[in-house]
């Protein structure tokens, strides 16, 4: 499957990545080639089989239903680009 | 008391018992190594201060006696692992400044074990990389040369800058993280051993996350000994991460008795590559013999979807990571892009994305985007999904008749130039993972050990891959082969 210019675009915006104009072209071309490398996975058989979803077949456990931590928040704005008043700021959202 | 920073763990545990040096003369000596080593970029941070606290903490420790085996051994940190209060920004400038209020379990584990951290290591961005050139801080320069050559050479990656710093003995040991090869590329690279355990051995929390599903912590030391004291302080159930494993930690030092007679030493037909450098093939032929020699049983084994497992890692782990790293959006840490006025809140995250990630992180969370998106999901993510199912199926079937670990060698080639794959496709660098990759996608447990020299001089290793939870096996076939190799080569000091 070789990816567009358009294509390039709508998966920069998926992403979230600024991608100007220009580099779309070439970020289509490096992305095809990578697709194209992956290709390789239709040579295979999965007929009936399962996909790997769990690394070492084990249930994972269950903690208790209890707070364990909590009252940090400057802890945890501390490293914020932007933080006023005890919360993180961002530009306007609604209009 | 000269050139202590050249220890071993295992010398040093010894030396720092019977009083022949403290644990702050230890520490003196690698910091100053470390800081000597600047043209290697290897080290992102030096926490000299902190260390001389942590390594008279130690003295004192082992004055009262019954101290914990790692107690003051000076370490390196990758980058990746989250230190309180120390820079931890997986070498990307989207974390620029970023100081974690918490510790990483596994650097927890290190420091209730009493060891040293004496700084942060470099690496390939988010660990994304195999040669340290995609780090925002610039890459790291292997202290290792061709011979009659000063030309620059990676100290391969993600984990280069771990590689280079136990290489040069600018500290014992170091932590790295493996998500395809991450560990041991750069451990064969420089000459050291390197340690991928059983994925859930060692836990996740606090480490930078790449690939969930692939991601493990390792030790990166001088010898196979070193690994086995260190994994044990790294390893252990973490309840705050839920896919650790709730398994009792075995004594794996102990499991080193070097006797293998009688193990079956698998090895995969579908490892010889067309095109693959006569002195690997020769490296793979010599290590057969030298297990041979040790008494072990060399089997010939076929692990039929090899071939698939490179594609299929570069489908699930750009996947997992584009998720992972949709966390870095310019709100709650690290890099903000400015705005002009008129835009919103959407050109701010594709902006900071665009300024803060490096090219080849970018690459792979569009590549992670457009496999997971609508449409596209069935045909790449899932069947990559399944196709790892059969990768895991052809280790578990070796191992089912009896195999009990599986040789092969630990790169493709030896270290290459810095540059050198510059205008490379992206392809012919994801080659560099080709033998370890098979590894992470089905969660067991790999070692790289130095088993030899290239025609120019430079180390080349071989891996040994061990049944799922059997690292102490693993490491004592690992062991074996260390000493029938007897490698002892240093890069000469030329910085």
């Not at chain 2, 420091?111 to 610039?138: C, H, P, Q, R």
């Not at chain 2, 449409?375 to 059969?390: E, H, S």
Request: charged share 20%; with cysteine; aromatic share 6%.
């Amino acid at each position: 499957m070789s990816i567009d210019k358009n294509t390039a675009r709508r998966v920069a915006h998926l992403a979230r990545i600024e991608v100007a104009d220009a580099g779309l072209e070439p970020l289509a071309a490096e992305l095809s080639g990578i697709l194209a490398f992956m290709e390789q996975l239709n040579e295979v058989d999965i007929e009936g089989v399962e996909p790997m979803t769990s690394v070492t077949p084990m249930a994972l456990k269950r903690r208790a239903d209890v707070v364990t931590d909590g009252n940090k928040r400057d802890d945890i704005l501390a490293n914020a680009p932007d933080a006023r008043e005890g919360f993180f700021a961002v530009p306007k959202v609604v209009e | 008391m000269a050139e202590l920073n050249k220890l071993t763990i295992a010398a040093a545990r010894e030396g720092l018992r019977k009083r022949e040096f403290t644990a702050v003369e230890l520490t003196e000596a690698c910091s100053a190594a470390a800081a000597a080593a600047a043209p290697l970029n290897a080290w992102t941070v030096l926490t000299a201060e902190s260390a001389l606290a942590q390594a008279a903490k130690a003295d004192a420790a082992l004055a009262k006696g019954d101290a914990p085996a790692m107690t003051g051994i000076p370490l390196g940190i990758k980058d990746l692992f989250a230190t309180k209060g120390v820079q931890t920004q997986a070498a990307s400038n989207i974390l620029a400044g970023f100081k974690p209020p918490y510790e990483s379990t596994v650097t927890q584990n290190l420091w209730d074990n009493g060891a040293v951290m004496i700084g942060k290591l470099n690496m390939d961005e988010f660990a994304m990389g195999s040669s340290n050139e995609t780090s925002a801080y610039g890459p790291v320069t292997s202290p290792w040369r061709r011979e009659g050559s000063d030309t620059a050479l990676t100290p391969g990656g993600s984990s280069g800058g771990s590689a280079a710093a136990v290489a040069a003995d600018t500290c014992l040991a170091a932590t790295g993280t493996d998500t395809g090869g991450s560990i041991r590329q750069p451990a064969a690279f420089v000459g050291i051993t390197g340690v991928k355990p059983t994925y859930g051995r060692c836990s996740r929390w606090g480490v930078v996350a790449f690939a969930s599903s692939l991601d493990q912590a390792g030790p990166m030391t001088k010898t196979v000994r070193d690994s086995a004291i260190m994994l044990g302080a790294m390893a252990g159930h973490d309840a705050k991460d839920s896919t650790s494993a709730d398994l009792p930690v075995p004594d794996f030092e102990a499991a080193l008795t070097g006797d293998i007679r009688g193990k079956k030493i698998g090895i995969p037909r579908e490892y010889r590559l067309d095109g693959m450098p006569a002195e690997i093939d020769t490296l793979w032929e010599q290590g057969r013999a030298m297990l041979r020699d040790a008494g072990a049983e060399i089997v010939d084994i076929s692990l039929p979807h090899t071939k698939f497992a490179l594609p299929a890692y570069y489908v699930i782990a750009p996947a997992e990571a584009s998720s992972n790293l949709a966390r870095y959006d310019g709100v709650r840490y690290g890099h903000r892009a400015k705005i002009k006025a008129g835009e919103g809140i959407t050109e701010m995250y594709e902006r900071t994305r665009a300024e803060g990630f490096g090219r080849e992180v970018q690459r792979r969370v569009m590549i992670g985007s457009y496999v997971l998106s609508a449409g596209f999901y069935d045909a790449y993510y899932l069947r990559a999904q399944k196709v790892r199912t059969l990768i895991r199926q052809d280790f578990e079937q070796a191992f089912a008749a009896g195999i009990d670990a599986i040789l092969t060698p630990a790169t493709p080639s030896a270290a290459f130039g810095l540059g050198e794959k510059a205008n490379a496709d992206p392809i012919e660098m994801y080659l560099n993972d080709v033998f370890t990759v098979t590894v992470n996608l089905a969660g067991l447990p790999g070692i790289a050990v130095p088993a030899g020299q290239s025609s120019e001089n430079l180390p080349l290793g071989l891996q040994i891959i061990g049944r799922p939870w059997e690292e102490g096996d693993m490491m004592n076939v690992a062991y074996a082969l260390e000493r029938a190799v007897g490698y002892a080569s240093k890069p000469d000091q030329w910085w």
